[in-house]
């Protein structure tokens, strides 16, 4: 097969992992060419290694599009609030894309993204790399095929823990806006984007309309004293009545490993993102399988590749991303504000040279709110707030919190 050459926007913090993945594919899949980064200062070290090894530097991502017309596709992986502009000015000037989760923090931003798509006819896939492991495609698959009846019900249950220096590693971090743009920086936009993204892409294999949010009601929270959530709960129902219900938390004394149940007419499912998929039906027949480690970032790059050159599917396509966008937003619209967790409520510790924060009894708050399918308000948790259900249909914009300022990053 051809090999892509490609270029990379931003190349310290999540960087690093497209780093690493750029060097297991290259020769095979990629060719490194050019990229961008605009803090030269922090990433001396790793600017002149890669140069040395004869990958073009430039300062501003611009000039490498202006300079590098021959890349067969382009990686962003900056801050949230560059996705949009970024993306789009990258197909204009004719360029594939793949960009890093999420696609962007409002509607009418992926809108925007989806629109230029289709325009210049350039590829955009979201790098939302749990949307590529074989036990959730395979899931993908059943639910396709109508295996499970018709879906009633999608359950996603994330419980991680995050110190205090996870907040410090980037200025966004933590932010409802950072320099006067959305970047919505929490459970939902950032570390447990993929599990919602997922519920939705499931609901929405299932029929037409199954995956796009017609109301929204969410709980926001935080434990950490940050602006965004770090701590959510929120009942999504569909268009064809599907009930998709997401809970997270990065307070949460241990890192336990995502999973979604689904339940359908005919049958129910667990996935999670240890690669492992059960199935039951009403028929009896049960399924299982444990697929076991897959580089899910390599999936990426080597899915991007083929659907380049040999027209392979896209997993992750910015415009099945529209349906987590909305509910992002509608979450954010559904409640006042982010509610902060009591101090007697929770618990800040030093472990070792790190400083963790967990809500006390969160785990039991979660894990009871889940298997009932309530949001906290509603089992009587005493720092809940309840919130309203927002109401989606024509929804084209998001603009709380004072609205965007006009400057691009
Ligand atoms: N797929 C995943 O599982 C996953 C995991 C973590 C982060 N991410 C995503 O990766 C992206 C980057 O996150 P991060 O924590 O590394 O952010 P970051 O703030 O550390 O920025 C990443 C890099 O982009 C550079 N950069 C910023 N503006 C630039 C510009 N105009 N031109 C060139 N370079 C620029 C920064 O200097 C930095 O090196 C985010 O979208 C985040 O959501 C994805």
Redesign the pocket.
């Known amino acids: 097969m051809k090999v892509a050459r490609i270029g990379l926007?931003?190349?310290?913090?999540?960087?690093?992992?497209h780093l690493k993945t750029i060097q297991k594919l290259e020769g095979r899949y990629i060719e490194f060419k050019a990229f961008?980064?605009?803090?030269y200062e922090?990433?001396k070290d790793e600017i002149e290694r890669l140069k040395s090894k004869g990958a073009r530097y430039y300062?501003?991502?611009q000039e490498m599009l202006d300079k590098e017309s021959d890349l067969d596709f382009v990686v962003?992986?900056?801050?949230?609030h560059?996705?949009s502009p970024?993306a789009v000015h990258a197909m204009e000037k004719g360029f594939n894309v793949l960009l890093?989760?999420?696609p962007s923090v409002t509607i009418q931003d992926v809108d925007k993204i989806i629109d230029v798509s289709k325009k210049t006819g350039r590829i955009c896939a979201v790098?939302?790399?749990?949307t590529s492991g074989k036990a959730f495609r395979r899931l993908v698959d059943y639910v396709t095929e109508g295996r499970f009846g018709r879906l009633k019900s999608l359950v996603g249950v994330g419980k991680w823990k995050r110190d205090e220096a996870y907040y410090q590693?980037?200025?966004?971090?933590g932010k409802l806006k950072f320099n006067g743009h959305y970047v919505l920086?929490g459970t939902i936009?950032?570390?447990l984007?993929?599990l919602l993204n997922n519920l939705l892409i499931l609901a929405a294999a299932s029929t037409d309309g199954g995956g796009v949010p017609e109301e929204v009601t969410a709980e926001l929270y935080h434990g950490h004293r940050i602006e965004s959530e770090d701590t959510a709960c929120v009942r999504i129902i569909t268009q064809a009545g599907i009930e998709v219900m997401y809970y997270t938390t990065l307070c949460n004394p241990q890192q336990e490993t995502p999973f979604i149940l689904l339940k359908g007419t005919e049958g129910e499912a667990y996935w999670d993102y240890s690669n492992v998929l059960k199935v039951k039906f009403s028929d009896g027949n049960e399924e299982s399988f444990n697929f076991g480690y897959e580089d899910l970032?390599e999936n990426m790059y080597v899915n991007m590749v083929k659907s380049l050159f040999e027209r392979e599917q896209l997993y992750c396509p910015v415009d099945i991303t529209r349906n987590f966008v909305l509910a992002s937003n509608g979450a954010f619209e559904s409640c006042d504000s982010v509610v902060e967790i009591p101090d007697d409520c929770i618990i800040v510790q030093r472990e070792g040279e790190s400083v963790v924060t967990y809500i006390k009894d969160i785990e039991e708050i979660i894990d009871k709110a889940s298997s009932e399918k309530k949001l906290f308000s509603e089992i009587g948790v005493s720092w809940a707030v309840r919130s309203k259900p927002f109401k989606l249909s024509g929804y084209r914009e998001f603009r709380k919190y004072g609205g965007e300022g006009d400057s691009r990053?």
């Open positions: 926007v931003g190349i310290s913090g999540f960087g690093k992992t961008s980064e605009i803090n922090k990433n300062v501003d991502y962003l992986s900056t801050p949230i560059l996705h970024m890093e989760k999420p790098d939302f790399q749990n590693r980037t200025p966004w971090a920086d936009n950032n570390p984007s993929h970032f990053g």
